[in-house]
């Protein structure tokens, strides 16, 4: 109340604030899905290109997955890859296989039938996830009819550069995502693939708030010697800006997300049975049950079954189309690590804080590695002396079973970048200041109000110190928070319209080596 103002007789009254502003934490674990859905449309609103906040897979399966028909009919399938099964002369060298009498056969897929994003969603929230961003750049296109080579890597050309860029743009605008998951970009060529990584780290360079998790090129199908070459041409498509805000696991995992209920004969050979027919029926050792269960689908009459209902009596009949299946569903399931680490560095924070590295710990549903990486071959992921780009493994341990084995960024050779919990931390330190700080903007840059910044600063960074985000024996070895004239500020600064305030905070940072030290001594009498 401004006492000039008072003119007429009488009592006033006037309340003053008795706290100052506090800083309220921004949100840390908030990914944004950039990729491919089966479609993307909610009460006859489109939502391609639409940056979509979702709170469950729930929300996500009401507006980016075809909706279910009336019962009894089959749900709908949200993800419809195409598998071959290509005889081979000699037994395959690389990729899948399996044996169908004395032949071998090679699983691989129709490229342009697989898609990543929808499977890392399940997978998101089966490991603990929560609020998410949803750019959908596109839906599922045109299958290409042929498969892959056996061994070679898969390239969609339905995923284009073009695509995945511009929903990556779209997020400039959005403040609250904190990772940046593009699940579909190991579909994309190598060099396009390390055109749109440089752009998702230099985005996040300049918006400061987000970082990238990437995967990497050949972990679906690593070869056990040759493997380096892909780490190699990851490291070289990176490029050199950005790369504290980034992180890579390698290599993918299975999971077991799709079951036996989600894969069919349908997804054979484009669909067409009779090719499955010489494989469940063959000449040399008939079986008549399998036969007439494909011949009945190939041309029904009365009231046929529904898809679902000669899946399962194809399963009854036929071992070998059980073991196609089996065979099918292990390549369907072998996913980029990202989405499941959404989830884990989800529930870290939400269980401790984003100061915890997400590491030592297992990624839920994930039942089998492409590779199991060696103690010695790690050493070269995780520390490499020319480019320092840390990437980290993902290992199988005898007892323990499959854990996250590494916490680094792609700034390894960085004494102030090189762990994902510090840089994350800082993130959730500057944003929540920031948001805070605004509250003065315009207010007299004077003692007062520098003092309720520090206050304020200072109360925020002493509860992070209390819960183990900041490491000192006492608040003031943790953190200290400066603004005043002549401590931050010139006379200059006050009158340009600077307020300056300088924060320095002791980061807690992992325990990567444990070194324990054991030395034999003489024996004492007692």
């Given at each position: 109340?401004?006492?000039?103002?008072?003119?007429?007789?009488?009592?006033?009254?006037?309340?003053?604030?008795?706290?100052?502003?506090?800083?309220?934490?921004?949100?840390?674990?908030?990914?944004?899905?950039?990729?491919?859905?089966?479609?993307?449309?909610?009460?006859?609103?489109?939502?391609?290109?639409?940056?979509?906040?979702?709170?469950?897979?729930?929300?996500?399966?009401?507006?980016?997955?075809?909706?279910?028909?009336?019962?009894?009919?089959?749900?709908?399938?949200?993800?419809?890859?195409?598998?071959?099964?290509?005889?081979?002369?000699?037994?395959?060298?690389?990729?899948?296989?399996?044996?169908?009498?004395?032949?071998?056969?090679?699983?691989?897929?129709?490229?342009?039938?697989?898609?990543?994003?929808?499977?890392?969603?399940?997978l998101f929230y089966q490991n603990g996830g929560g609020d998410a961003y949803i750019v959908s750049?596109?839906?599922?296109?045109?299958?290409?009819?042929?498969?892959?080579?056996?061994?070679?890597?898969?390239?969609?050309?339905?995923?284009?550069?073009?695509?995945?860029?511009?929903?990556?743009?779209?997020?400039?605008?959005?403040?609250?995502?904190?990772?940046?998951?593009?699940?579909?970009?190991?579909?994309?060529?190598?060099?396009?693939?390390?055109?749109?990584?440089q752009e998702m780290l230099l985005q996040c360079s300049e918006v400061e708030t987000a970082i990238?998790?990437?995967?990497?090129?050949?972990?679906?199908?690593?070869?056990?010697?040759?493997?380096?070459?892909?780490?190699?041409?990851?490291?070289?498509?990176?490029?050199?800006?950005?790369?504290n805000y980034g992180t890579a696991y390698y290599p993918f995992v299975g999971t077991t997300i799709?079951?036996?209920?989600?894969?069919?004969?349908?997804?054979?050979?484009?669909?067409?049975?009779?090719?499955?027919?010489?494989?469940?029926?063959?000449?040399?050792?008939?079986?008549?049950?399998?036969?007439?269960?494909?011949?009945?689908?190939?041309?029904?009459?009365?009231?046929?079954?529904?898809?679902?209902?000669?899946?399962?009596?194809?399963?009854?009949?036929?071992?070998?189309?059980?073991?196609?299946?089996?065979?099918?569903?292990?390549?369907?399931?072998?996913?980029?690590?990202?989405?499941?680490?959404?989830?884990?560095?989800?529930?870290?924070?939400?269980?401790?804080?984003?100061?915890?590295?997400?590491?030592?710990?297992?990624?839920?549903?994930?039942?089998?590695?492409?590779?199991?990486?060696?103690?010695?071959?790690?050493?070269?992921?995780?520390?490499?002396?020319?480019?320092?780009?840390?990437?980290?493994?993902?290992?199988?341990?005898?007892?323990?079973?499959?854990?996250?084995?590494?916490?680094?960024?792609?700034?390894?050779?960085?004494?102030?970048?090189?762990?994902?919990?510090?840089?994350?931390?800082?993130?959730?330190?500057?944003?929540?200041?920031?948001?805070?700080?605004?509250?003065?903007?315009?207010?007299?840059?004077?003692?007062?109000?520098?003092?309720?910044?520090?206050?304020?600063?200072?109360?925020?960074?002493?509860?992070?110190?209390?819960?183990?985000?900041?490491?000192?024996?006492?608040?003031?070895?943790?953190?200290?928070?400066?603004?005043?004239?002549?401590?931050?500020?010139?006379?200059?600064?006050?009158?340009?319209?600077?307020?300056?305030?300088?924060?320095?905070?002791?980061?807690?940072?992992?325990?990567?080596?444990?070194?324990?030290?054991?030395?034999?001594?003489?024996?004492?009498?007692?």
């Open positions: 109340m401004n006492i000039s103002n008072i003119k007429t007789p009488g009592v006033y009254i006037e309340e003053m604030n008795a706290f100052g502003n506090s800083v309220v934490p921004v949100a840390t674990s908030v990914p944004a899905f950039i990729g491919y859905t089966p479609q993307a449309i909610y009460e006859g609103k489109s939502y391609t290109n639409v940056p979509t906040k979702i709170t469950s897979f729930a929300e996500f399966q009401s507006i980016f997955c075809y909706p279910d028909p009336p019962t009894p009919a089959d749900p709908s399938k949200q993800y419809d890859p195409q598998y071959y099964l290509v005889k081979q002369k000699d037994k395959p060298e690389k990729g899948d296989y399996l044996m169908i009498g004395s032949n071998y056969y090679s699983v691989v897929p129709d490229p342009n039938t697989i898609y990543y994003l929808y499977n890392s969603i399940r750049v596109g839906t599922y296109g045109a299958p290409s009819g042929t498969s892959i080579k056996p061994g070679d890597q898969i390239v969609n050309t339905n995923v284009t550069l073009h695509d995945l860029t511009d929903g990556l743009s779209l997020l400039k605008n959005e403040q609250e995502p904190t990772m940046y998951i593009c699940p579909d970009a190991t579909l994309l060529s190598i060099d396009a693939n390390a055109t749109l990584m990238s998790i990437f995967d990497i090129i050949g972990g679906r199908n690593p070869d056990p010697i040759m493997y380096t070459n892909d780490i190699e041409t990851f490291r070289n498509g990176t490029g050199s800006n950005g790369l799709m079951q036996q209920n989600d894969i069919d004969y349908t997804n054979f050979f484009g669909g067409d049975v009779k090719q499955l027919a010489p494989l469940l029926n063959p000449s040399s050792d008939p079986n008549q049950n399998a036969a007439t269960i494909l011949s009945t689908i190939e041309n029904p009459s009365g009231d046929p079954l529904s898809v679902s209902q000669y899946h399962n009596a194809l399963l009854v009949a036929s071992p070998t189309y059980t073991m196609i299946m089996n065979h099918v569903l292990t390549a369907v399931n072998m996913l980029p690590a990202s989405g499941g680490m959404a989830g884990v560095i989800t529930m870290t924070d939400n269980n401790v804080g984003p100061w915890q590295a997400p590491a030592n710990t297992s990624i839920v549903g994930v039942s089998s590695l492409p590779i199991k990486i060696s103690e010695s071959q790690q050493a070269d992921l995780n520390v490499d002396a020319i480019s320092g780009k840390s990437i980290n493994a993902i290992r199988f341990f005898n007892g323990l079973g499959i854990l996250v084995w590494g916490a680094r960024t792609l700034d390894g050779n960085s004494m102030d970048w090189r762990y994902i919990s510090v840089r994350r931390t800082m993130i959730y330190i500057e944003q929540s200041c920031k948001l805070a700080a605004q509250a003065y903007v315009f207010a007299p840059n004077d003692k007062n109000t520098w003092e309720a910044v520090k206050a304020m600063i200072g109360s925020f960074l002493n509860d992070l110190w209390k819960q183990g985000g900041l490491q000192g024996a006492s608040a003031a070895d943790a953190f200290s928070v400066e603004c005043g004239l002549g401590s931050t500020m010139t006379s200059e600064d006050i009158l340009r319209g600077f307020m300056n305030v300088t924060i320095k905070v002791a980061v807690v940072r992992p325990a990567e080596f444990i070194v324990l030290t054991f030395q034999q001594q003489m024996s004492t009498s007692s």
